[in-house]
Structure formats: structure tokens, C-alpha cells
């Protein structure tokens, strides 16, 4: 049989035996796809209902540029901070074909704009990119948002190729691009995820620019069997250092990758934070493609080391990479240690590493389950979340192939998917893909991925994207009543956003912990705010907040079922039951 590990490619072109086999064995899981009545989860797609009128252009070309297929991301966020999140979409750029020249991709009129929906009060959305000023330039890839100033505006940082831009949110609903001042027009190449973190727990929050490989328009023939140009794999380009911005405090960055460790040359997809060893210094991960993942081991004082070998979080239990694409950093089993999935190609399979406790993590794909639900799929945009209010962790993930004629040489594998949903118990992953509606059934080249709750109602939301397709909005209208609580952080010593705080919540029947984060999935940024599923329990006992700045805070929020903001060092400061005012009595929820 053809080794496992000649199937790893990201761009890989031919049938083999083996692949074959493999499908046959998983086929018969495949049919038992129904949505769990019990748990009451439904979703309703409603991007073009709510005025989400998006339309990537990937612009396909004759000479197959990975360029083309690998975009793009998507950011929920509240840029005008009246209480509701907007959606930033990132979009391609048009460069001739061939383009033997060179020359840079360019956004030539609106059909090629990134776009950014202004959520309005009565939860429709109104395309504001002009005003905002935010149309960009070149091929867009990935989005991170972050207040790195601290001024109560969210910013937004926008990778791509051949540069990436910075855009200061101005406070007025305008933002001003500042890539050449802050010092990061220097970023060329192509960059794909980034991650605001603050690596040296000064207050400020620091940049993480991932880059795929060393890339530009030189035409590489890479045939099919049969001789058709097709995408090239990945490991025929060299890797390249990620971009590691030191915040310096007056609006300019500093580059620093080689300084604090973290110059090793990768082929970065998507990138995920979480303190794995709990010492109170946010750890990174970066998911590689075709080589070994990356564990970045916070050292304190900025300095990083790299520890996914010995962490058993480089590569699957037999030693073979993949081409790792989104990834979540998240406590999957609510045993407070982060846990990290990796999405991957179609017979690959995805990832869970869950944390051992003692520096390293168990290989749990095949133990979950998740092996054989992600055999014969691939996936991008990746999510962990409470999809029922639980207090369980389900993972969702948009899915397609990089290759269009996949198909063609591989009957078992689509180039088109529609999204999938498995739900997790905290041991194994069962496949609920129906519980998202009409879409389970809509195949396409699923991109990024966001979640947050849109709509303020205490259910998580997500927002998808596709490769030359549209955008997607799936309201999370799931049905049986079950408790949720929301946390939003105001860093006053720490970044203001909380970013890298860590939240445990404690109820009668739940204990749970996240880090606050807008990075993880692919290309993509999601809701700050820490949402927490609690099932049939009425009140909050305690939550303990540990600030990036090393404050440890205790709070006890009267009621369930709101949203609430906690102050550094002054505790809540703010309550809200979203869009309907809350009801008088504190414990009215039974
Ligand atoms: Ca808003
Ligand atoms: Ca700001
Ligand atoms: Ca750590
Ligand atoms: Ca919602």
C-alpha cells in the first residue's frame, strides 16, 4: 500500500489505492448524519436576508496560483461599540492571467472590495465600506482585530499579498490605514493569519503575522496524472519566518521574530493563544502546512521557545504532518487545560490534542472519533463552541478541497462541502452537521469562520465564508431553554481588550474556563466576549478572572442569562440582557 504519508500534500493531485480503501472503511458512519431532537440545536442561514450581500472573487486563473484558492477570512467585531457586532469580509484582487510580469494583484472596482456590515438596531446590516474607508487594497487573506491602542476601538489588521495593512479605527466610524507609520509596510510577501496577543505582558498589545511560503507569479507546472496544470504542493515553496510586531507603545511596531525566538521558518495557515502549561504567560500555536505544527512555549519577558515535538503536538501519533489549516486553542473537556484541534485535508484526518497536564498532549483523533468523521474531508475556518448551552464544546468547520478536479481522480472526495458540526461530550465527537439546517445540504469551497452572538440573545452565531463564493450567516435559533452568561473584559493595567485573560465559571452543575481571544479558525477573528453555556443552572457561583497582567479577580454576577462587563481590578461594571431590557426580578430564570 501507498504510505499515509505520501497523501499529506495540501495540493496533492492522484487517486492511490489506499485512499480508496480508507473511504470504503469509513462510508457506512457517513449515513448517520440526524440532528439529536434532544439537543434542541437548529441553525437558520440569513446573510442575504439580514443584508450580508457578499461575493468573494477568488479570480481563478488559467495557471492555477495558490493565491486563487486558499481565501478568505472574515471578523465579527463591534467597530462603533454601540453594542452590537458588525462583520469585516476580506476579499481577493485581480492580476493578469498569466501574469509572467508580476505584477500585484489590485482590487480594480467594488466587486473586489473587502466590506464592512454595520449591524443597525433592528438586526439587519448595512454595507458602510466606503465610509468606513476599509475597501483595502491587494489580495486579501486574513483578519485580526484588536484595540492595540488602547483608545476603545477595536483596530483591525488585514494580511494579504503583497502587503498587509493596519487600519486605526478613528472612533467616528472611520478608519485611517496607518500600515507605513506603525512600520509594518515592510510586511511583503503573503501573509494569511495573524494574532494580537500581548507577548510581553507590557499592557500593549503585540502582532503575530503568519506567511504561508516564499511565493510569487513565476509559472511552476505541476500536472495531473493526466497532464493538467494543477496546484502545486506546498512543499515544492520554502518556508518563511512569520512577522513578530513588538507594540512600542506610540503607535509604531518593531519587528522581532528572530529576538523572541520565534524566526523559525513555517508555512503558517491559522494560529490559536492559550496558556497550555497554565503559568501565566499565553502560549501560541501555529498550524503549518506539510510540515511539523508549531508550539510556541511563552518564557516570559517576550522570549519563546519552541516546544511542539516534545509537546506531541508537531504531528499526528505516527509522525506524519498534514496540512494543518485552522485551529482552536480551547478547553475542550472542561478539565482547565487548553486543549488544540487542527483542521486538515481529506485523508489526512483533523486533530485533537488534548492536554495532558504536564507540558504535553495526547493524540485523542482516533479515541474521539474524530478520525473516521474527518476522513474523506477537508477543512478551513474551525470553531469550538457551545452551540446548545450544555456546557459542552462542538467543534464547526467549513470544508472543501483545494483541489477543483479533486473529484475527477478521486471519486470520494468533493471540492465542494457543506459545513459540518459534531458535537462533543468531553470523550467523543458525534457527527450533527443537520443541526445547521438547509446548509448541511449546500456544498461549497468553505473559507473562514467566525462566532460570536450576533444578535445579543445568548446563542452563539456563526459567519462563514467561501472561496469565490458568498458569505454566510447561520442564526443560532436553537430551541430548548438552557442558561448561558456572557463576559466581556476592560483590561485597565492589561491590553484593553482582556486578550490572554484566562475566566473560570462555576456553577451547581458546570465549571468551565476560556481565554479571551479574537484569533484561532482560519484567517478570521471572532467575538472577544467569553460565552459560557450552563444548562439547567440558575445562578453563577463564582468566576475568577486571572488578567494578563497577573491580577487574579473573583467575581459573582447576580443573575444568569446576561451579558456583563468586568473592569480591571473594579469588578462588574456593566450588565445587559442584550437587545430586550432586563426583567425586574434577579432570579427570575427557572
Ligand atoms: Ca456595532
Ligand atoms: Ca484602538
Ligand atoms: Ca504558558
Ligand atoms: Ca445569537
Avoid at 463 to 481: F, K, Q
Wanted: aromatic share 10%.
Amino acid at each position: 500500500m501507498t504510505p499515509l504519508s505520501s497523501l499529506t500534500f495540501p495540493f496533492r493531485c492522484a487517486a492511490t489505492a489506499s485512499a480508496v480503501l480508507l473511504v470504503a472503511q469509513f462510508a457506512p458512519v457517513l449515513a448517520a448524519q440526524e440532528c439529536d431532537p434532544q439537543a434542541g440545536i437548529q441553525f437558520v442561514e440569513k446573510a442575504q436576508a439580514l443584508g450580508v450581500n457578499f461575493q468573494h472573487r477568488a479570480h481563478h486563473s488559467s495557471m492555477s496560483y495558490p493565491l486563487e484558492v486558499m481565501g478568505s477570512g472574515v471578523a465579527l467585531f463591534d467597530f462603533d461599540n454601540d453594542g452590537r457586532l458588525d462583520i469585516f469580509l476580506a476579499n481577493g484582487a485581480a492580476f493578469p492571467d498569466p501574469n509572467p510580469e508580476k505584477t500585484a494583484p489590485h482590487k480594480v472596482g467594488p466587486e473586489d472590495w473587502n466590506h464592512l456590515f454595520h449591524q443597525k438596531p433592528d438586526g439587519s446590516f448595512e454595507d458602510v465600506t466606503e465610509k468606513a474607508g476599509l475597501a483595502g487594497e491587494g489580495y486579501a487573506m486574513g483578519v485580526a482585530v484588536g484595540d492595540y491602542d488602547n483608545d476603545g476601538y477595536e483596530d483591525l489588521f488585514v494580511a494579504g499579498f503583497p502587503h498587509s495593512h493596519l487600519y486605526h479605527n478613528n472612533g467616528n466610524g472611520t478608519f485611517t490605514d496607518v500600515t507605513a507609520q506603525a512600520g509594518l509596510a515592510n510586511d511583503t510577501n503573503w501573509s494569511t493569519s495573524a494574532a494580537w496577543v500581548d507577548l510581553d505582558q507590557d499592557g500593549r498589545l503585540d502582532l503575530v503575522v503568519l506567511r504561508y511560503f516564499k511565493w510569487n507569479f513565476d509559472d511552476r507546472y505541476c500536472p495531473t496524472p493526466d497532464g493538467k496544470r494543477s496546484y502545486c504542493d506546498p512543499k515544492i515553496f520554502p518556508a518563511i519566518a512569520p512577522l513578530v510586531y513588538h507594540n512600542d507603545g506610540n503607535g509604531h511596531f518593531t519587528e522581532v521574530a528572530a529576538k523572541t525566538g520565534m524566526g523559525k521558518p513555517g508555512k503558517g495557515l491559522g494560529i490559536s493563544i492559550g496558556d497550555y502549561d497554565r503559568d501565566g504567560k499565553i502560549d501560541l500555536f501555529i498550524a503549518n502546512d506539510g510540515m511539523d505544527e508549531f508550539l510556541y512555549h511563552n518564557k516570559g519577558n517576550g522570549l519563546f521557545e519552541e516546544t511542539g515535538v516534545s509537546a506531541n503536538v508537531a504531528t499526528d501519533d505516527n509522525g506524519r504532518d498534514f496540512a494543518g489549516m485552522g485551529t482552536v486553542f480551547t478547553d475542550m473537556n472542561n478539565d482547565g487545560l487548553p486543549d488544540i484541534v487542527v483542521d486538515n485535508l481529506a485523508q489526512q484526518t483533523f486533530s485533537l490534542y488534548l492536554n495532558r497536564g504536564d507540558g504535553s498532549f495526547n493524540y485523542a483523533s482516533p479515541s474521539s472519533g474524530l478520525t473516521r468523521l474527518t476522513m474523506i474531508h477537508s477543512g478551513w475556518g474551525l470553531a469550538a463552541f457551545d452551540a446548545a448551552n450544555n456546557d459542552e464544546k462542538d467543534l464547526i468547520v467549513t470544508r472543501g478541497h483545494v483541489n477543483v478536479d479533486i473529484q475527477k481522480d478521486n471519486p470520494q472526495l468533493n471540492y465542494l462541502e457543506p459545513p459540518m458540526l459534531l458535537r462533543f461530550d468531553g470523550h467523543s465527537f458525534e457527527q450533527s452537521s443537520t443541526c445547521l439546517g438547509a446548509i448541511a445540504k449546500e456544498a461549497f469551497a468553505g473559507r473562514g469562520l467566525a462566532i460570536g452572538d450576533i444578535d445579543n440573545d445568548g446563542r452563539v452565531d456563526v459567519v462563514m465564508t467561501a472561496n469565490d463564493g458568498r458569505a454566510y450567516l447561520l442564526h443560532n435559533e436553537s430551541s430548548v431553554p438552557r442558561h448561558w452568561i456572557s463576559i466581556q473584559l476592560t483590561g485597565q493595567k492589561s491590553n484593553r481588550d482582556g486578550i490572554g485573560a484566562e475566566i473560570h465559571v462555576v456553577s451547581a452543575k458546570t465549571s468551565q474556563w476560556a481565554t479571551i481571544s479574537t484569533t484561532g479558525s482560519y484567517q478570521s477573528s471572532g467575538d472577544k466576549r467569553a460565552h459560557f453555556g450552563l444548562g439547567s443552572d440558575t445562578a453563577i457561583r463564582s468566576i475568577e478572572i486571572r488578567w494578563p497582567s497577573s491580577l487574579q479577580e473573583t467575581v459573582t454576577p447576580p443573575a444568569v442569562d446576561r451579558f456583563y462587563t468586568v473592569t480591571e481590578g473594579k469588578g462588574i461594571t456593566s450588565v445587559s440582557c442584550g437587545n430586550s431590557p432586563c426583567p425586574a426580578a434577579l432570579h427570575e430564570a427557572h
